[in-house]
């Protein structure tokens, strides 16, 4: 598969790394010479100086002998542009992210004028997923899958003291469970069952998601919905917006502490009555107090500097806020929100090339969600008949160590598997695997004819 990537900005260079372990020729254009000289060092991908948006620039790189072209420039009008042009040339599909709030309610016209095959919202895909996070209301971070009957959950085991120092094998509950990975100091661990846990792991754990009940009882936390009934949103970026919107439709009051002025004016004139704008300095302690942060159900900080995003949602975790949340962009951050005990951090980059990889993979690959920010990934796949995995014992299929079948649903019955279990044509699988290993994965995972 070839596939050209237009912008070299975080964005580009995430789908540039997750899109390297497959069988895919990855092309990467950008106007700044220093940006890929940079990249180059770090990725084996064709780099190339250029205006992606020029006709002229397209046709010399043979646009039509590309399977897919991703615009994912600065300008949406830009990104609109050459994936419309590049459809025109000949490439099969064409996928444009759009971020701009003017445009949201019209992107399924812009598909169509255009011949766009897929549009991606980075923020109103982030504020999406804070809002099932919030709405669903448990205490810890989880996704689900196989339509709500698998969950992935990762919680720090402080919260957990009788599972510290215990070998995996030794937890009775891990007959329903499956632990996919453990983030230790830095450092990513498969585990067996013989790994010993370790006080601050951060487990990632896959299971049937009534079973999750039980490890919320060990939380002592309820699995019963805890209404979001005030929240305050630090930052009117764009996520900002698109929460503060999808809040006040739920009928939650929400607050925006927004320091730009005209910011404020804008929100104001585009929201509803019962989302209220505050001007003033997010990091001011005593504004937010004076605003009854104390008193809210959820905080999310949401401005464009992680710093302050983590020092507010720290700040709000200390007064005991049910739902703390903090959108970071920085990879280096990561390991910092597992000791400071957020409930979620959210990377939009991280959201936004999961569901274009969602894309790109189509047919039997239903869900894709990147974790341990874009190191490893969850993947849904349907069970076709001409699937060359099928009716073979998984302990004969040899996978490697980087790739857990976390879950098998069989007829609509969550199966955790075994050695001896069996992949059937109709199954729902869910798949844990290192980015590493997705080469494998997808080799494991095609059809008999080698598709």
């Known amino acids: 598969m070839k596939v050209m990537i237009i912008g070299a900005g975080k964005l580009g260079k995430k789908l540039a790394s997750a899109m390297l372990n497959g069988e895919i020729q990855i092309t990467l254009i950008d106007s700044n010479p220093q940006v890929l000289e940079r990249l180059k060092i770090h990725m084996d991908v064709l780099t190339v100086t250029a205006n992606g948006a020029r006709k002229d620039v397209l046709e010399e790189l043979n646009i039509s002998n590309y399977d ?63 809002m099932r996070y919030l709405m669903e209301s448990y205490s ?75 490890i919320a009882d060990m939380l002592k936390t309820s699995m019963k919905k805890k209404y979001i009934r005030k929240a305050m949103i630090l930052g009117g970026s764009k996520i900002g917006f698109y929460l503060a919107q999808a809040m006040s439709e739920k009928g939650i009051a929400v607050k925006i502490i927004e320091s730009n002025l005209e910011r404020c004016k804008q929100l104001s004139e585009q929201l509803p009555d019962n989302a209220l704008v505050i001007h003033g300095e997010g990091t001011d302690i005593d504004l937010l107090e004076e605003e009854n942060l104390a008193e809210m159900d959820a905080f999310i900080g949401a401005t464009g500097f992680d710093e302050e995003n983590l020092f507010m949602s720290l700040r709000a975790k200390q007064l005991d806020i049910g739902k703390v949340i903090a959108k970071i962009s920085r990879q280096s951050y990561v390991h910092i929100i597992e000791k400071l005990g957020i409930d979620m951090a959210i990377n939009p980059v991280n959201i936004t090339a999961s569901d274009i990889l969602k894309y790109i993979r189509g047919g039997r690959v239903i869900s894709v969600s990147l974790l341990l920010d874009g190191q490893a990934e969850v993947t849904e796949i349907i069970a076709t008949k001409h699937l060359s995995v099928l009716d073979k014992p998984l302990k004969d299929l040899n996978l490697p160590k980087g790739i857990i079948i976390g879950a098998i649903v069989h007829k609509g019955k969550v199966h955790v598997p075994n050695g001896d279990s069996r992949i059937q044509n109709g199954d729902r699988i869910v798949v844990f695997s290192l980015l590493s290993q997705v080469p494998a994965l997808e080799t494991f995972f095609r059809l008999k004819d080698g598709r």
């Open 68 to 130: 897919l072209v991703i615009a994912v420039t600065s300008s949406d009008e830009t990104n609109v542009l050459i994936s419309s042009m590049a459809k025109k040339l000949g490439c099969k599909r064409s996928v444009a992210r759009v971020r701009n709030p003017e445009y949201a309610y019209q992107l399924e016209y812009m598909k169509k004028l255009y011949n766009i095959d897929h549009v991606i919202n980075p923020e109103q895909a982030t504020a999406n997923e804070i």
């Open 140 to 214: 810890f971070y989880f996704d689900e899958y196989a339509k709500g009957k698998v969950s992935v959950v990762n919680l720090n085991i402080r919260n957990l003291p009788d599972f510290v120092n215990h070998a995996i094998k030794d937890l009775e509950i891990m007959n329903e469970i499956v632990i996919v990975a453990i983030s230790r100091n830095g450092d990513i661990i498969i585990p067996d069952g013989d790994i010993i846990l370790k006080e601050n792991d951060i487990l990632y754990i896959m299971g049937q998601k009534n079973k999750i009940k039980d």
